[in-house]
């Protein structure tokens, strides 16, 4: 039995990539700080330790029951656009919790460290993205993601610490975060349709990105250091068809039985088509056909259906107001 340590835990992917690596018979471990995941995502069979990967001290004690055979580091916050906004933030939980987590790693030879980046770090204009281009990441939480790259394969080189890249892009499905108001376009309009309110759409809705449901992109992350193949390499993985974000708001208000209603708001700065070639993936671990769109938003619309609306949080801790889009200003208390 392989003994396996997966950080975001109780988040989103990391919950999934959780299942995945139980029906694998791997003994999980897994932790999160609770600052965006909830405590019933997390699959039945993991060992859970509350904390933060930011604090060094508190991830080397990890290893005091016991050595880990494979870390997946999916703790994370992934708001691109916010990201130009909460720079120090941004950093200190994608950059300086994640060479924590190296460090141990190095010290306790791990035998594969396994990180999710994204494909924010390619940047624009470089569509369909593809492994071999060079990146250049536009906003800071795609420079951080491609620092933890480049960390990975220095540590590598120096270390020998083997280590897989996984690039996800637009991942949505069931137990994401609905609250959470800068990021997850699908889950944001789920959220707001439940509300009886407008889909909200920066710009005039015609940005592209190839939005990939949770199924596709877990298993092949969860089985990765199985595969001697994967190891320092670097995979685009997710759907290969790209969507407008006004085709994507037809597709929810159809899952849900209603009629389209858009609010159109100013266009923040972001990058305007995004989506990659998933042949890499493919050769290497030949992956079942890809969830289509709509029954991927049919699922998870049952599933928020189940749950039911959530009302957004704002983040508190913005540190640049200085065109900081006007509905994500936090607003600010008479008392």
């Known amino acids: 039995m392989k003994k396996v340590l997966i950080t975001?835990?109780?988040?989103?992917?990391?919950?999934?990539?959780?299942?995945?690596?139980?029906?694998?018979?791997?003994?999980?471990?897994?932790?999160?700080?609770l600052s965006g995941g909830f405590k019933a995502n997390i699959p039945q069979g993991v060992h859970f330790k509350q904390g933060s990967v930011t604090e060094a001290d508190w991830v080397a004690d990890l290893w005091k029951e016991g050595e880990f055979d494979y870390v997946y580091h999916l703790a994370a916050y992934a708001a691109e656009g916010l990201s130009h906004f909460?720079?120090?933030?941004?950093?200190?939980?994608?950059?300086?919790?994640?060479?924590?987590?190296?460090?141990?790693?190095?010290?306790?030879?791990?035998?594969?460290?396994?990180?999710?980046?994204?494909?924010?770090v390619y940047g624009v204009n470089q569509t369909p993205m593809v492994e071999e281009t060079s990146p250049k990441p536009e906003d800071p939480y795609g420079i951080a993601k491609y620092a933890v790259e480049m960390d990975l394969d220095a540590?590598?080189?120096?270390?020998?610490?083997?280590?897989?890249?996984?690039?996800?892009?637009?991942?949505?499905g069931e137990r994401q975060?609905?609250?959470?108001?800068?990021?997850?376009?699908?889950?944001?309009?789920?959220?707001?349709?439940?509300?009886?309110?407008?889909m909200t759409i920066f710009g005039d809705g015609l940005q592209t990105r190839a939005f990939s449901h949770i199924n596709d992109v877990a298993p092949i992350i969860a089985r990765s250091p199985l595969i001697k193949e994967a190891y320092q390499q670097v995979f685009?993985?997710?759907?290969?068809?790209p969507y407008s974000v006004l085709s994507l708001t037809q597709e929810v208000s159809r899952a849900f039985e209603v009629?389209?209603?858009?609010?159109?708001?100013?266009?923040?700065?972001?990058?305007?088509?995004?989506?990659?070639?998933?042949?890499?993936?493919?050769?290497?671990?030949?992956?079942?056909?890809?969830?289509?769109l709509k029954e991927g938003i049919r699922q998870m619309a049952s599933w928020a259906r189940a749950h039911g609306p959530c009302y957004p949080l704002d983040f508190k801790q913005i540190e640049i107001t200085k065109n900081l889009p006007s509905s994500w200003a936090v607003p600010v208390s008479s008392t």
């Not at 975001?8 to 999980?28: R, T």
């Not at 941004?90 to 300086?96: E, F």
Request: glycine fraction near 8%; include cysteine.
């Open 259 to 292: 009629d389209p209603q858009v609010k159109y708001l100013p266009p923040r700065k972001e990058v305007v088509h995004a989506f990659a070639s998933h042949e890499k993936v493919r050769r290497v671990f030949n992956p079942p056909p890809s969830c289509s």
């Open 155 to 172: 540590a590598y080189r120096m270390f020998g610490l083997p280590y897989i890249i996984f690039r996800p892009h637009n991942v949505y």
């Open 86 to 120: 909460i720079r120090a933030f941004n950093y200190r939980n994608n950059v300086i919790g994640s060479i924590n987590l190296i460090n141990q790693s190095v010290l306790h030879n791990v035998k594969c460290f396994v990180f999710t980046s994204s494909i924010a």
């Open 8 to 33: 975001g835990v109780a988040g989103f992917m990391g919950s999934h990539v959780a299942d995945h690596c139980l029906k694998q018979g791997m003994e999980v471990v897994g932790v999160d700080d």
């Open 177 to 198: 975060n609905i609250s959470d108001k800068y990021r997850n376009v699908i889950g944001i309009f789920m959220n707001q349709v439940m509300s009886g309110q407008p």
């Open 236 to 241: 685009n993985v997710g759907a290969d068809q």
